[in-house]
């Protein structure tokens, strides 16, 4: 199965403290997505890449949130000096170049950050 | 503001029963619309979809409906089985396809 896969799973880190995670998409993708999920919420958009250029930003993205896309395949998202309101889940997804009538994204399991 | 709303925070149903699923949206410009379904500890994976210029999409035991002027969406499952316990998100697209908007979930619960 080659679904997307995301790194790590699960981040415990202190406040203050800067945090890396990685994302594989579909190898065929050639979008690839970042979403965050707090409790009882639903996911919200964070950011996208077309290939490496990143095109899109939500303002939910705040100056210490930064992602890269380097060669258009594996993607990082990094939060630097993290605070107790960044623990969430962070979801990446990625799809094909959407086409009328086809909009989906596959999404992976996500990293869960907690930040004490 | 919520954009796509789903008003149910969770549902009940009973094995073979029909569950029923609602989710409203408010932006005119969303013509793309996609059911997910999420279980503990994994990402939420793709169900279904609906472009605007249909009304119904069927899928095996699922079926979506969208009421373009009612600005409003709805997911069945018949029969409901127990494995289909999961919290179920909507979404909503505009033909950019940029972005997803979620709604906040409804947690489905059926019992065997």
């Known amino acids: 199965d080659t679904g997307v896969s995301q790194d790590p799973r699960h981040k415990i880190t202190k406040r203050g403290q800067n945090v890396t995670f990685r994302c594989d998409p579909i190898?065929?993708?050639?979008?690839l997505y970042w979403y965050r999920q707090t409790l009882g919420q639903g996911p919200e958009f964070l950011t996208y890449?077309?290939?490496?250029?990143?095109?899109?930003k939500s303002r939910l993205l705040s100056d210490r949130f930064s992602a890269e896309r380097p060669k258009g395949s594996f993607s990082t998202l990094e939060i630097q000096r993290t605070e107790q309101g960044d623990s969430a889940m962070y979801l990446c997804?990625?799809?094909?170049?959407?086409?009328?009538?086809?909009?989906?994204?596959?999404f992976g399991p996500g990293t869960r950050l907690t930040v004490t | 503001d919520q954009q796509v709303k789903q008003n149910s925070p969770s549902l009940s149903v009973q094995e073979g029963r029909i569950s029923i699923l609602n989710c409203d949206y408010t932006?005119?410009?969303?013509?793309?619309f996609l059911w997910y379904k999420k279980y503990p500890a994994e990402g939420p994976t793709f169900l279904i979809s609906?472009?605007?210029?249909?009304d119904k999409n069927e899928d095996g035991r699922f079926t979506v409906f969208l009421n373009k002027s009612a600005k409003h969406l709805s997911l069945h499952i018949v029969p409901s089985q127990p494995g289909d316990s999961a919290v179920y998100f909507c979404?909503?697209?505009?033909?950019?396809?940029?972005?997803?908007?979620f709604g906040g979930g409804t947690r489905l619960m059926v019992k065997p």
């Open positions: 997804a990625s799809s094909l170049t959407p086409r009328e009538l086809s909009y989906e994204q596959y």
């Open positions: 932006n005119s410009m969303f013509d793309y």
């Open positions: 890449f077309q290939n490496e250029a990143q095109l899109e």
């Open positions: 609906i472009s605007s210029i249909k």
């Open positions: 190898s065929e993708h050639n979008r």
């Open positions: 979404a909503a697209s505009d033909n950019a396809g940029n972005m997803l908007t």
